[in-house]
């Protein structure tokens, strides 16, 4: 299986700042790349699909990059709303896999 | 909105069996690839299970391959995981979601909590 690795684990931010996160895969992928966002006791929710492509209603501050094997996740003027922790996704084989997540916390 | 919503979830002993169902309402059920992905407690998301249209492909994460069953009855637009020989390890919330092909898990349900122990 593929395997998923996001780094950091966890990070800590103030509101207006600009927060990357990064994705690997164990091998390469395209761009079969999906982020979520997880909210304590909530179901996760899709960001950003293939990549690097918005889900509709997913404000503009969130951007994806990336393919082959290296992706990004940015929020670019994080708000109270976004602390949450988000987890990369890969569907470039039937046996999709996610990264470990990452924790972005209020500094 | 598009409901998704689980059931069947609770406490089980070791090596007990348990049958979780999302019932979906809002779209076409028998046009999507369906999953189930859990989370244990504290822990991030693993992939579970997922299942074709029609269900004549289905996947499973090694650790539930043949303990864990996957089906879906396009006629009630509902979704399955029979889950056999249940472990403490399987303690989990448990979500069924629908599937974007290659195009990630659009929509959730709120989850069921699964339980093994004794």
């Known amino acids: 299986d593929i395997q998923m690795t996001q780094s950091p684990s966890s990070l800590s931010a103030s509101v207006g700042d600009r927060v990357t996160i990064t994705c690997r895969a164990s091998q390469t992928i395209s761009s079969y790349l999906n982020w979520y966002q997880q909210k304590p006791g909530k179901a996760p929710n899709l960001l950003i699909y293939?990549?690097?492509t918005l889900q509709n209603g997913v404000p503009s501050r969130f951007s994806g990059s990336g393919s082959g094997t290296d992706f990004t996740l940015t929020i670019r003027n994080l708000q109270p709303e976004d602390f949450a922790t988000y987890y990369c996704q890969q569907s470039y084989t039937s046996r999709w896999t996610f990264g470990q997540g990452t924790k972005v916390e209020i500094q | 909105e598009v409901p998704l919503v689980e059931s069947g979830g609770g406490l089980v002993q070791p090596g007990g069996s348990l049958r979780l169902s999302c019932v979906v309402s809002?779209?076409?059920?028998?046009?999507?690839?369906m999953t189930w992905v859990r989370q244990a407690p504290g822990k991030g998301l693993e992939w579970v299970a997922n299942?074709?249209?029609?269900?004549?492909?289905?996947y499973y994460v090694d650790s539930v391959k043949g303990r864990f069953t996957i089906s879906r009855d396009n006629a009630k637009n509902s979704l399955y995981l029979q889950m056999n020989s249940l472990r403490a390890e399987d303690t989990a919330v448990y979500y069924c979601a629908r599937v974007r092909q290659a195009a990630g898990f659009d929509y959730w349900g709120q989850g069921t909590l699964v339980t093994v122990s004794s």
């Open positions: 809002g779209f076409t059920f028998s046009g999507y690839w």
């Open positions: 293939a990549a690097s």
């Open positions: 299942i074709q249209q029609v269900g004549t492909e289905k």
